[in-house]
Protein backbone atom coordinates (compact mmCIF):
# COMPACT_ATOMS: atom_id res chain seq x y z
CA UNK A 1 0.00 0.00 0.00
CA UNK A 2 3.05 2.36 0.61
CA UNK A 3 3.98 1.86 -2.98
CA UNK A 4 0.89 2.58 -4.20
CA UNK A 5 1.00 5.81 -2.04
CA UNK A 6 4.23 6.67 -3.41
CA UNK A 7 2.98 6.22 -6.92
CA UNK A 8 -0.35 8.24 -6.57
CA UNK A 9 1.52 11.42 -4.71
CA UNK A 10 3.98 11.05 -7.64
CA UNK A 11 1.81 11.42 -11.03
CA UNK A 12 2.40 14.95 -11.08
CA UNK A 13 3.62 15.14 -14.21
CA UNK A 14 5.45 13.31 -17.59
CA UNK A 15 8.65 13.69 -16.14
CA UNK A 16 7.42 11.95 -13.27
CA UNK A 17 6.43 8.81 -15.17
CA UNK A 18 9.55 8.22 -16.17
CA UNK A 19 11.35 8.30 -13.18
CA UNK A 20 8.52 5.42 -11.91
CA UNK A 21 9.52 1.64 -11.81
CA UNK A 22 7.38 -0.53 -14.31
CA UNK A 23 6.18 -2.21 -10.69
CA UNK A 24 5.20 0.91 -9.93
CA UNK A 25 3.60 1.87 -12.85
CA UNK A 26 1.53 -1.08 -12.98
CA UNK A 27 0.62 -0.82 -9.44
CA UNK A 28 -1.01 2.66 -9.65
CA UNK A 29 -2.66 1.52 -12.83
CA UNK A 30 -4.46 -1.25 -11.62
CA UNK A 31 -6.24 0.80 -9.03
CA UNK A 32 -6.72 3.96 -11.03
CA UNK A 33 -7.02 2.90 -14.54
CA UNK A 34 -5.00 6.46 -15.55
CA UNK A 35 -4.47 6.86 -19.31
CA UNK A 36 -1.11 8.67 -19.39
CA UNK A 37 0.18 5.67 -17.28
CA UNK A 38 -1.11 3.37 -19.88
CA UNK A 39 0.53 4.94 -22.37
CA UNK A 40 3.78 5.10 -20.41
CA UNK A 41 3.48 1.28 -19.85
CA UNK A 42 2.99 0.99 -23.86
CA UNK A 43 5.73 3.46 -24.63
CA UNK A 44 8.17 1.16 -22.57
CA UNK A 45 7.02 -2.44 -23.77
CA UNK A 46 6.34 -1.66 -27.59
CA UNK A 47 9.79 -3.62 -28.02
CA UNK A 48 8.35 -6.74 -27.01
CA UNK A 49 5.50 -6.14 -30.35
CA UNK A 50 8.28 -5.24 -32.40
CA UNK A 51 10.22 -8.29 -31.53
CA UNK A 52 7.76 -10.63 -32.00
CA UNK A 53 5.96 -8.83 -35.40
CA UNK A 54 9.38 -9.69 -36.64
CA UNK A 55 8.91 -13.39 -36.19
CA UNK A 56 6.07 -13.12 -38.59
CA UNK A 57 7.63 -11.10 -41.51
CA UNK A 58 7.14 -12.47 -45.35
CA UNK A 59 4.44 -14.63 -43.95
CA UNK A 60 1.52 -13.34 -46.46
CA UNK A 61 0.48 -10.26 -44.65
CA UNK A 62 2.77 -6.73 -44.39
CA UNK A 63 4.90 -5.96 -41.39
CA UNK A 64 3.02 -2.80 -40.39
CA UNK A 65 -0.18 -4.82 -40.04
CA UNK A 66 0.94 -7.11 -37.87
CA UNK A 67 3.00 -4.56 -35.94
CA UNK A 68 -0.76 -3.33 -35.03
CA UNK A 69 -2.15 -6.11 -34.09
CA UNK A 70 1.08 -6.99 -32.12
CA UNK A 71 0.85 -3.59 -30.18
CA UNK A 72 -3.05 -3.74 -29.75
CA UNK A 73 -1.85 -7.38 -27.94
CA UNK A 74 0.01 -5.56 -25.92
CA UNK A 75 -2.65 -3.05 -24.85
CA UNK A 76 -4.52 -6.35 -23.94
CA UNK A 77 -1.47 -7.91 -21.88
CA UNK A 78 -1.09 -4.22 -19.73
CA UNK A 79 -4.64 -4.63 -19.23
CA UNK A 80 -5.04 -8.01 -18.12
CA UNK A 81 -1.45 -8.16 -16.00
CA UNK A 82 -1.21 -8.24 -11.88
CA UNK A 83 1.60 -7.12 -11.26
CA UNK A 84 0.70 -8.49 -7.67
CA UNK A 85 1.09 -12.74 -8.47
CA UNK A 86 4.91 -11.88 -9.25
CA UNK A 87 5.22 -12.80 -12.92
CA UNK A 88 7.51 -10.78 -15.27
CA UNK A 89 5.47 -8.74 -17.71
CA UNK A 90 7.47 -9.86 -21.04
CA UNK A 91 6.44 -13.60 -20.29
CA UNK A 92 2.80 -12.26 -19.42
CA UNK A 93 2.45 -10.07 -22.47
CA UNK A 94 4.73 -12.65 -24.91
CA UNK A 95 1.69 -15.21 -25.41
CA UNK A 96 -1.12 -12.81 -25.31
CA UNK A 97 0.18 -11.02 -28.56
CA UNK A 98 1.35 -13.77 -30.05
CA UNK A 99 -2.01 -15.07 -29.66
CA UNK A 100 -3.63 -11.87 -31.52
CA UNK A 101 -1.20 -12.02 -33.76
CA UNK A 102 -2.36 -15.92 -34.96
CA UNK A 103 -5.72 -14.57 -34.88
CA UNK A 104 -5.22 -11.94 -37.13
CA UNK A 105 -3.61 -14.72 -39.75
CA UNK A 106 -6.36 -16.83 -39.47
CA UNK A 107 -8.67 -14.02 -40.47
CA UNK A 108 -6.76 -12.26 -42.99
CA UNK A 109 -4.32 -14.57 -43.84
CA UNK A 110 -3.82 -16.63 -47.19
CA UNK A 111 -6.49 -18.89 -47.12
CA UNK A 112 -4.52 -21.31 -49.19
CA UNK A 113 -0.77 -21.37 -48.76
CA UNK A 114 1.19 -20.26 -51.94
CA UNK A 115 5.10 -20.01 -52.58
CA UNK A 116 6.55 -17.04 -51.00
CA UNK A 117 7.56 -15.40 -54.30
CA UNK A 118 4.47 -15.69 -55.56
CA UNK A 119 3.00 -13.88 -52.53
CA UNK A 120 5.43 -10.74 -52.45
CA UNK A 121 5.24 -10.48 -56.43
CA UNK A 122 0.92 -10.19 -55.31
CA UNK A 123 2.19 -7.39 -53.22
CA UNK A 124 4.85 -5.63 -56.06
CA UNK A 125 1.38 -5.78 -58.18
CA UNK A 126 -1.02 -4.28 -56.29
CA UNK A 127 1.68 -1.56 -56.13
CA UNK A 128 2.23 -1.41 -59.26
CA UNK A 129 -1.34 -1.16 -60.10
CA UNK A 130 -1.45 1.67 -58.10
CA UNK A 131 1.22 3.53 -59.75
CA UNK A 132 0.93 2.62 -63.15
CA UNK A 133 -3.02 3.73 -62.67
CA UNK A 134 -1.82 7.38 -61.97
CA UNK A 135 0.82 7.24 -64.75
CA UNK A 136 -1.28 6.37 -67.40
CA UNK A 137 -4.31 7.81 -66.15
CA UNK A 138 -6.11 4.44 -66.83
CA UNK A 139 -6.35 0.85 -65.53
CA UNK A 140 -3.05 -1.16 -66.12
CA UNK A 141 -2.80 -4.02 -68.55
CA UNK A 142 -0.98 -7.26 -67.34
CA UNK A 143 1.79 -6.18 -70.01
CA UNK A 144 1.94 -2.69 -68.36
CA UNK A 145 2.61 -4.47 -65.02
CA UNK A 146 4.71 -7.03 -66.18
CA UNK A 147 7.18 -4.21 -67.74
CA UNK A 148 6.94 -2.44 -65.10
CA UNK A 149 8.28 -4.94 -62.68
CA UNK A 150 10.45 -7.00 -65.37
CA UNK A 151 8.65 -9.88 -65.13
CA UNK A 152 6.82 -12.08 -67.92
CA UNK A 153 3.01 -11.59 -68.08
CA UNK A 154 2.95 -15.46 -67.78
CA UNK A 155 4.16 -14.65 -64.02
CA UNK A 156 2.06 -11.89 -63.39
CA UNK A 157 -1.16 -13.91 -64.66
CA UNK A 158 -0.32 -16.68 -61.66
CA UNK A 159 0.64 -14.17 -59.30
CA UNK A 160 -2.84 -12.33 -59.54
CA UNK A 161 -4.98 -16.02 -59.73
CA UNK A 162 -2.90 -17.20 -56.68
CA UNK A 163 -3.86 -13.63 -54.96
CA UNK A 164 -7.96 -14.99 -55.15
CA UNK A 165 -7.13 -17.63 -52.68
CA UNK A 166 -6.45 -14.69 -50.13
CA UNK A 167 -9.67 -15.33 -48.78
CA UNK A 168 -12.12 -18.03 -49.43
CA UNK A 169 -15.23 -17.19 -51.46
CA UNK A 170 -18.80 -17.90 -50.54
CA UNK A 171 -20.40 -20.88 -52.51
CA UNK A 172 -23.25 -18.71 -52.67
CA UNK A 173 -21.35 -16.27 -55.03
CA UNK A 174 -23.82 -16.03 -57.98
CA UNK A 175 -22.50 -15.61 -61.91
CA UNK A 176 -24.02 -14.13 -64.75
CA UNK A 177 -25.49 -16.90 -67.23
CA UNK A 178 -25.22 -14.97 -70.57
CA UNK A 179 -28.83 -14.08 -70.70
CA UNK A 180 -30.50 -16.80 -69.02
CA UNK A 181 -33.49 -16.29 -66.50
CA UNK A 182 -31.71 -17.93 -63.69
CA UNK A 183 -27.99 -17.32 -62.48
CA UNK A 184 -25.51 -19.14 -61.51
CA UNK A 185 -24.32 -20.22 -58.30
CA UNK A 186 -20.78 -21.07 -57.57
CA UNK A 187 -21.71 -24.45 -55.94
CA UNK A 188 -22.94 -25.13 -59.38
CA UNK A 189 -19.59 -25.31 -61.03
CA UNK A 190 -17.43 -27.40 -58.64
CA UNK A 191 -16.90 -30.52 -59.65
CA UNK A 192 -18.25 -33.47 -57.62
CA UNK A 193 -16.66 -36.98 -56.49
CA UNK A 194 -17.43 -39.22 -58.97
CA UNK A 195 -19.05 -42.35 -57.40
CA UNK A 196 -17.08 -44.96 -59.51
CA UNK A 197 -13.44 -44.18 -57.98
CA UNK A 198 -14.81 -46.19 -55.05
CA UNK A 199 -16.11 -49.33 -56.48
CA UNK A 200 -13.01 -49.28 -58.62
CA UNK A 201 -10.97 -49.02 -55.76
CA UNK A 202 -13.47 -51.88 -53.83
CA UNK A 203 -12.93 -54.26 -56.77
CA UNK A 204 -9.50 -53.78 -57.26
CA UNK A 205 -9.33 -54.36 -53.47
CA UNK A 206 -11.27 -57.31 -53.82
CA UNK A 207 -9.99 -59.08 -56.87
CA UNK A 208 -6.10 -58.56 -55.13
CA UNK A 209 -7.32 -60.29 -52.01
CA UNK A 210 -8.90 -63.79 -53.78
CA UNK A 211 -6.33 -63.51 -55.94
CA UNK A 212 -4.46 -64.48 -52.49
CA UNK A 213 -6.87 -67.40 -51.60
CA UNK A 214 -6.39 -71.13 -52.70
CA UNK A 215 -9.06 -73.05 -54.79
CA UNK A 216 -11.10 -74.25 -52.03
CA UNK A 217 -11.42 -71.12 -50.37
CA UNK A 218 -12.30 -69.29 -53.26
CA UNK A 219 -15.40 -71.95 -54.04
CA UNK A 220 -16.32 -71.34 -50.32
CA UNK A 221 -16.44 -67.51 -51.09
CA UNK A 222 -18.36 -67.94 -54.39
CA UNK A 223 -20.90 -70.55 -53.27
CA UNK A 224 -21.63 -68.95 -50.04
CA UNK A 225 -21.55 -65.04 -50.70
CA UNK A 226 -22.20 -64.47 -54.58
CA UNK A 227 -24.84 -68.18 -55.14
CA UNK A 228 -26.28 -67.47 -52.03
CA UNK A 229 -26.08 -71.93 -50.75
CA UNK A 230 -25.77 -73.00 -47.47
CA UNK A 231 -23.32 -74.30 -45.13
CA UNK A 232 -24.62 -77.58 -45.51
CA UNK A 233 -25.22 -77.54 -49.67
CA UNK A 234 -21.12 -76.45 -49.73
CA UNK A 235 -20.03 -78.88 -47.26
CA UNK A 236 -22.02 -82.09 -49.32
CA UNK A 237 -19.81 -80.51 -52.36
CA UNK A 238 -16.51 -80.48 -50.96
CA UNK A 239 -17.27 -83.84 -48.91
CA UNK A 240 -16.74 -82.15 -45.76
CA UNK A 241 -18.29 -81.69 -42.51
CA UNK A 242 -20.74 -78.26 -42.45
CA UNK A 243 -17.98 -77.03 -39.40
CA UNK A 244 -15.36 -77.40 -41.88
CA UNK A 245 -17.26 -75.11 -44.24
CA UNK A 246 -18.16 -72.50 -40.88
CA UNK A 247 -13.97 -72.50 -40.57
CA UNK A 248 -13.16 -71.97 -43.81
CA UNK A 249 -15.54 -68.85 -44.16
CA UNK A 250 -13.73 -67.40 -40.61
CA UNK A 251 -11.05 -67.95 -41.97
CA UNK A 252 -11.73 -66.22 -45.09
CA UNK A 253 -13.33 -63.20 -43.62
CA UNK A 254 -9.93 -62.75 -41.35
CA UNK A 255 -7.41 -63.08 -44.69
CA UNK A 256 -9.92 -60.22 -45.97
CA UNK A 257 -9.96 -58.09 -42.60
CA UNK A 258 -5.80 -58.91 -42.70
CA UNK A 259 -5.46 -57.29 -46.28
CA UNK A 260 -7.84 -54.26 -46.09
CA UNK A 261 -5.88 -53.15 -42.73
CA UNK A 262 -2.68 -53.30 -45.10
CA UNK A 263 -4.26 -51.41 -47.60
CA UNK A 264 -5.22 -48.65 -44.90
CA UNK A 265 -1.84 -48.25 -43.06
Known amino acids: MKSVAKATNSIKSIQSLKKMTDKELFLYYTNNRNIEIRNELVNRNLYIAEILSKKFI ?60 IQELSKRINGAKTVLHQKLQRSPLIKDIAEYLECTEEEIIEAMEASQVYTPKSLDLTYDNDGEDKDIQLMDLIGQTDKNFDFIENKDFLDK ?32 SQMTVSRMEKKIIEKFRKELSKSLD
Request: no cysteine.
Open 209 to 240: TVEKLNEVERKVLKDRFFKNKTQMQVADELQV
Open 58 to 117: NKGIDYEDIYQVASLGLIYAIERFDVNKGFEFSSFATPTIIGEIKKHFRDKGWSIRVPRR
